[in-house]
């Protein structure tokens, strides 16, 4: 691909470059420079802007945007009330002092976890790097349990902004994993002695539904400079996450993703066990099917147990476990204030963007669980897509999957329960199981494509326990 195909796309739809900026969190002058090739933009941001692209343009198909003014009907709504955004941890923190809130017992939970992540780590903690760290949500729930993060690597700089300032004692280690060298890893050892734990998720929009699934998208090949680096490293155990849909896809030379990614883990000398698994059955008040593997260095010699999702709503007696109730989007934020549509809270994060009118109107009467497009009236239903878009989520069941489109309306299963707009930044960290202490700075756009991005902090910590107790409890 290259970035003409896109400005031709993109000129097609009459989206002005300020809006592509807008959604990709790219500064308008990057885009600019692209377009007249004064700058070539990576593969990897040719990605982004291809998804983000794609994603405006389905909106426009669906009507949300009206073309035909040419003009993008968001910007003429433009939020009056926008909150201006968080320039930095100082900023986040005291606008975080200032809101009125209480506390439930999830967000104890969450600041709980928080503090035990902060918490100076003991001289024989076991040492972590993350690669494709993105702001951190992996991190803080190893963190949370005892690992300590000395390094990461991260190519977005938003996202490393988080990263740093949530755990200030990590070094970036380098942004693009592509460039790192084996010089790069053993000058790391010899910085930070042996590296205990490897833990990050490569890119996943290549192989989930929401991107193309193109077995020769270059995110697909990010996982080998993983497997490089673990060989080289030589850690005693690594984690890497991933989408479930990566089991199914098959490589270029027809052969499953996952049969390539185990057979060159098993080279480099790691059993690897993996397993699905769903964030609901750890805690995370939310439906989020992921792969997790685990290697354990073939030396070790432990045989590893991956943990079991101890929360069910089925009612089985179980003689490993006694089952807990899953949590709910009613769990995680139902302490925050009720708002619609272009309302703002004390709360930094807790705001909502300007929906247009019409679809204001299709939504309204909509009960939670059902989308615009079960209307009766067919004058009241979006003009296309299907029935999992524009569609409320349920107060009593965990949220559905967070993405990084979680503040479009018309994405699937954005809207509120009862509140007609799409769900806001702090109730997807929440969902998420992101603490409110959790520093988020950057554009709006950056903060929402870390907090989609990442593995719920709840579920890490789940892992991590498991691993801590397994492997590193000598
Ligand atoms: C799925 S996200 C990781 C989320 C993270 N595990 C968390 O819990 O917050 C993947 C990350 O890989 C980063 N990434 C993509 N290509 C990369 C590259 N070539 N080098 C380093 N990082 C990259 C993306 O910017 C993104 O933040």
Redesign the pocket.
């Known amino acids: 691909m290259v970035y003409a195909e896109l400005k031709k796309k993109r000129k097609k739809y009459n989206i002005s470059q300020t809006k592509l900026a807008e959604a990709s969190g790219y500064s308008k002058a990057a885009i600019s420079a692209w377009e007249l090739e004064k700058n070539t933009p990576s593969n990897?941001e040719l990605f982004h802007l291809n998804d983000v692209l794609s994603s405006i343009i389905k909106d426009i198909d669906e009507g949300v945007f009206d073309i035909r003014k040419k003009r993008i009907r968001h910007s003429k709504m433009k939020n009056r009330n926008l909150p201006p955004p968080i320039k930095n941890a100082a900023d986040y923190k005291k606008r975080l002092s200032l809101r009125k809130s209480k506390d439930t017992p999830y967000s104890k939970k969450l600041s709980e976890l928080y503090r035990r992540a902060l918490s100076p780590k003991k001289n024989n903690a076991p040492k972590a790097i993350a690669l494709?760290?993105?702001?951190?949500?992996?991190s803080l729930g190893f963190a949370s349990e005892g690992f300590n993060f000395v390094g990461h690597?991260?190519?977005?700089q938003s996202?490393n902004k988080i990263y740093s300032d949530n755990f200030p004692e990590s070094q970036l280690l380098g942004?693009?994993?592509?460039d790192i060298s084996d010089d790069d890893i053993h000058k790391w050892i010899s910085e930070y002695g042996n590296i205990d734990i490897l833990v990050?998720?490569?890119?996943?929009q290549g192989f989930s539904l929401a991107g193309k699934r193109d077995p020769k998208d270059i995110?697909n090949q990010?996982y080998k400079y993983y497997v490089h680096i673990v060989s080289v490293l030589q850690p005693k155990v690594f984690v890497m996450?991933n989408v479930r849909l990566l089991t199914s896809m098959k490589n270029t030379d027809g052969r499953l993703f996952i049969d390539c990614i185990l057979e060159s883990f098993s080279k480099t000398g790691y059993h690897v066990i993996w397993q699905e698994t769903n964030a609901c059955d750890y805690g995370v008040p939310q439906s989020r099917e992921r792969i997790i593997l685990i290697g354990i260095r073939k030396d070790i010699k432990k045989e590893f147990i991956f943990p079991i999702g101890t929360y069910t709503n089925e009612n089985q007696t179980n003689i490993l476990f006694s089952p807990k109730k899953r949590l709910t989007f009613r769990d995680a934020t139902s302490d925050l204030q009720p708002l619609e549509s272009g309302e703002i809270s004390s709360d930094p994060l807790h705001w909502s963007i300007v929906h247009p009118e019409h679809v204001i109107t299709w939504l309204k009467n909509v009960p939670e669980g059902c989308s615009a497009h079960e209307n009766k009236d067919p004058a009241m239903r979006p003009p296309s897509g299907f029935n999992t878009t524009y569609k409320r989520i349920k107060w009593d069941e965990p949220c559905s999957t967070i993405s990084t489109n979680f503040s479009m309306i018309s994405g699937c299963r954005n809207v509120h329960p009862v509140s007609t707009r799409s769900l806001t930044i702090r109730e997807a960290a929440r969902v998420q199981s992101f603490p409110d202490e959790f520093v988020f700075s950057g554009k709006w756009g950056d903060i929402r494509k870390?907090i989609g991005?990442?593995?719920p902090p709840i579920l890490a910590a789940a892992i991590a326990k498991s691993i801590f107790k397994q492997v590193f409890n000598d």
């Open positions: 990897y494709f760290s993105g702001c951190g949500g992996l690597i991260e190519i977005e996202a942004t693009d994993i592509s990050g998720g490569p890119p996943c995110r990010l996450e870390a991005n990442a593995v």
